[in-house]
C-alpha cells in the first residue's frame, strides 16, 4: 500500500481518458510517441505565460490535431490569429511527416480553480516571488475549495522552501481526498517553481467528486 502511483493513470479507461489518441504500431509507435512527447514540452515553453492546462493530440491518415486548453486563449491567438498560426509553421517543423496537415484548437477554461495544473502552476509562479509557501498555499487551496465542484484539495510542495539549507516536504489538504477509490474523480498535476535558491516542486490533488454515483443517480430517475 506504501506504492505511489499517478491518480490519472490509476483510473485509465474508468473515468479519465488518454492525452493521446492515435493507434500506430513498430517503428510508427516510437516516432509518433516522441513527436508527442516533442509538442508537448514545445508549447508549453512557448505558452509558458498563456495559463495552458493540457494538451490533446489526435491523429489521422493525413492530419495531426491539437487541442490546447487554457485560461487564457485571447493571448495564444492573439491578433487576428496571428498567434495560432505561428503554433502551426512551428509544430509543423516537429512533425515528422510533412505532409500531414496541422489544426490547433483552441478551448477555453473558465474556472481555473478547478483544474490542478493551473492551482500548481499559480502556486509555483508565488513561490518564484518570494511569498510564504504557507500563505500561498491556504489562499489557493480556500479559493478551489469555494467552487461547488470541489469537494477536497492536497497540495504538497517540496525543495528549500523559504530558502533554508536543507530540503523537505511540506503539505496541506482540505476536504476528502479518497485516492484508493476508482470511481472518484481525481484530477492530479504537478509543476515546478525555479526560485533563486533552488527548484521547488508543487504537486496539487482536486477531488471532484464519484462519477459513477452520478450515472447511477440518474439511471434511478428515469426508472
Known sequence: MGHKINPISFR?????????????????????LLEDIKLRNFINK???????????I???????????????PGVIIGRSGVGVEELKKDAQKIIFSKKAKIEVNIREIKSPEENARLVAQNIAEQLEKRISYRKVLKKSMEKSMQSRNIQGIKAMVAGRLGGVDIARTEWLSLGKIPLH?????????KYVAQTTYGVIG????????????KDKSKQSKKQ
Open 202 to 213: 508543487v504537486k496539487v490533488w482536486l477531488y471532484k467528486g464519484e462519477v459513477f454515483n
Open 46 to 56: 512557448k505558452l509558458k505565460n498563456a495559463g495552458v492546462a493540457g494538451c490533446e
Open 12 to 32: 485509465l479507461g474508468i473515468n479519465k481518458t488518454w492525452t493521446s489518441k492515435w493507434f500506430a504500431s513498430g517503428k510508427k509507435y516510437r516516432d509518433y
Open 181 to 189: 477509490t476508482l470511481r472518484a474523480n481525481v484530477d492530479f498535476a
Open 58 to 72: 489526435e491523429r489521422g491518415p493525413q492530419a495531426v490535431k491539437i487541442n490546447i486548453y487554457s485560461s487564457r
